[in-house]
């Protein structure tokens, strides 16, 4: 069996694939790494607030002014989004944007007024001033992509690990949870295969996660959360979502939307959903 490996920057963070093959198949793995890297690039071409030509930013730019069209894999990923909105309460938001900017206070935040037009494929935001952005759920999103992109391709094993947001698919892999008070060391470790696993923590970039309702930036007693489960972009929204609401109102969050969670405290405390108890050891 072979093994292939790409590395690349895209989504704002560095990502990995590693990918095992049959011998036969070196060639159609190698071709299905590459249409995976050219996915992550589209999506990050698609969906970067950063870029000013982007499908996000040209959404941001005609808020309450006009439709934007965009592709079919962008608004799917959008009527996602609304979806985990209305699953969470409204905990995961993603038209917070002006909250991350200076002028935000008192910015409208509401996931109610992305408006989608199935037909004709257009997203409109409500209001002028509106803006979102996506980062509370794009990795999650491209790792299950990125899987079946590979399985096409006839990959036997891989480990997709895009800035950690990780999917180890076709045999169990080691996952490794860093230590939010030292990043630089790993805390636990969870055996995975086939699911995604998705950490949020203060340490990746401060404290850049919004409450939606306060309009504050996010403060409860979770320092990080692991939300493991079999799609990815629901455990990359459902683990923004909890580092908001604290983890008392996080296990029963993570029980309704059917995924598992591992908790690092503030305090230091650390505990996980029951199913998962067997699976983390410290590292």
């Known amino acids: 069996m072979g093994t292939i490996e790409k590395m690349f920057i895209a989504l704002g963070t560095v990502n990995r694939i590693t990918a095992w093959f049959d011998a036969a198949e070196r060639e159609s793995a190698r071709l299905a790494l590459e249409r995976a890297e050219e996915y992550i690039n589209d999506m990050d071409d698609r ?12 959404i941001n730019e005609n808020a309450g002014v006009r439709d934007t069209l965009v592709c079919r894999d962008t608004f799917e990923l959008l ?5 985990y909105g209305e699953l969470t309460g409204g905990v995961f938001d993603i038209t917070t ?3 991350t900017e200076a002028s935000g206070n008192g910015a409208r935040v509401n996931y109610h007024d ?10 409109r935001l409500r209001s002028v001033g509106e803006g979102i952005h996506l980062g509370g759920i794009a990795k999650g999103y491209a790792v299950d992509t990125v899987a079946r992109i590979l399985e096409r391709g006839g990959v036997r094993h891989a480990v997709i690990n895009l800035g950690g947001t990780v999917r180890n698919t076709g045999r169990a892999g080691t996952v490794g949870i860093r230590n ?10 969870i ?3 086939d699911e995604a696993v998705v950490t949020s923590g203060l340490y990746e970039r401060g404290n850049h996660i919004f409450d939606p309702v306060s309009g504050r930036p996010a403060v409860s007693d979770i320092a990080s959360v692991t939300v493991v489960g079999n799609d990815g972009a629901a455990a990359d929204a459902a683990a923004t979502a909890c580092m908001v609401i604290g983890s008392v109102r996080s296990v029963r969050l993570l029980d309704f939307l059917g995924l598992d969670g591992i908790f690092i405290l503030r305090n230091g405390d650390i505990f996980a959903t029951k199913s998962l108890l067997t699976r983390v050891k410290s590292a």
Do not use: M, N, Q
């Open 114 to 123: 992305v408006l989608l037009d199935d037909r004709g494929l257009s997203v």
């Open 47 to 58: 969906l970067s607030v950063f870029k000013p030509d982007s499908e996000i930013s040209r």
């Open 79 to 83: 009527k996602l989004c609304v979806k």
């Open 180 to 189: 939010p008070f030292e990043p630089e060391k790993t805390a636990l470790t």
């Open 97 to 99: 944007k002006p909250l």
């Open 191 to 193: 055996e995975s295969v």
